[in-house]
């Protein structure tokens, strides 16, 4: 079992940046497929970035890619999801991730056996 802990989401201007880190605990982080979720009001909880124990290889859903970057530090036990160009419907709760996936890709809540507790990415018009 993995614990996580968010940090970095504030309020920001449209056109800013924002970087999140998720702190990780346990063994099993660096063998992990880990990922960013985000949650709106009154909305699913949807995928935002995947990243491989290696951080080779990763994957983004359509509407970040290019803007957002998904990386991670096995040495730190830390992911990070650096935001760029924030738009106000990126405006959500943002959840760290770790997949039981040995695949990266897209990932559904399903695939993840541990979640942090999330940190609240407001972009303001």
């Known amino acids: 079992q993995v614990q996580l802990v968010e940090s970095g989401g504030g309020l920001v201007q449209a056109g800013g940046s924002l970087r999140l880190s998720c702190a990780a605990s346990g063994r099993t982080f660096s063998s992990s497929v880990m990922g960013w979720f985000r949650q709106a009001p009154g909305k699913e909880r949807e995928f935002v970035a995947s990243?491989?124990?290696?951080?080779?290889?990763?994957y983004y859903r359509v509407s970040v890619k290019g803007r957002f970057t998904i990386s991670r530090d096995n040495a730190k036990n830390t992911l990070y999801l650096q935001m760029n160009s924030l738009k106000p419907e990126d405006t959500a709760v943002y959840y760290c991730a770790a997949s039981g996936r040995t695949m990266v890709g897209p990932l559904a809540p399903t695939n993840i056996g541990s979640w942090g507790q999330g940190t609240q990415v407001t972009v303001s018009s």
């Open positions: 990243i491989s124990w290696t951080g080779g290889s990763t």
